[in-house]
């Protein structure tokens, strides 16, 4: 499965960071470059059940392609999705559907990281996202 660019800079981005603090800094810089939903995406029907915080997830087909918005009330869940989102936007639906979440996180070296509940959270909007795709 090959990584957009955008991906492949994240990833260099992250294994180049010294340590969890380097890290948690770039998290937060990415939660704040996720482009914000406006107040009427923001809707019962765009959140995400499974979440302990609350996210919000939009999704439109391009050429084929999906791409997806999303946003979240809690700041370190922003950065998680905006790294989430740069993994999946302009994917085919049959990578969408084999993406190995806890393997991009891994390589991102934010795995050990994720707590069971954020970790929860991400493979609900994952799930999400597929439940959208199939559903188009």
């Given at each position: 499965?090959?990584l957009?660019?955008?991906?492949?800079?994240?990833?260099?981005t992250?294994q180049?960071a010294?340590g969890?603090e380097?890290?948690?800094?770039?998290?937060?810089?990415w939660?704040d470059?996720?482009?914000p939903?406006n107040?009427?995406?923001k809707?019962?029907?765009n959140?995400v059940?499974?979440?302990?915080?609350q996210?919000w997830?939009?999704?439109?087909?391009q050429?084929g392609r999906?791409l997806f918005?999303?946003s979240s009330?809690a700041r370190?869940?922003?950065?998680l999705?905006a790294l989430?989102?740069?993994?999946?936007n302009?994917?085919?639906?049959d990578?969408?559907?084999?993406l190995?979440?806890p393997?991009?996180f891994?390589q991102l070296g934010?795995?050990r990281?994720?707590s069971?509940?954020r970790?929860?959270?991400?493979?609900?909007?994952?799930?999400?996202?597929?439940?959208?795709v199939?559903?188009?």
């Open positions: 499965m090959s957009s660019i955008e991906a492949q800079g994240a990833l260099e992250f180049q010294a969890w380097q890290r948690a800094r770039l998290l937060m810089q939660g470059r996720l482009t939903l107040e009427a995406e809707t019962a029907d959140l059940h499974g979440c302990e915080s996210v997830l939009t999704a439109r087909e050429d999906w918005t999303a009330d370190l869940l922003r950065g999705l989430l989102l740069v993994r999946v302009g994917t085919a639906i990578e969408l559907e084999h190995d979440l393997d991009w891994n934010l795995g990281q994720l069971p509940s970790s929860n959270g991400l493979n609900a909007v994952l799930q999400r996202m597929r439940q959208l199939a559903g188009a």
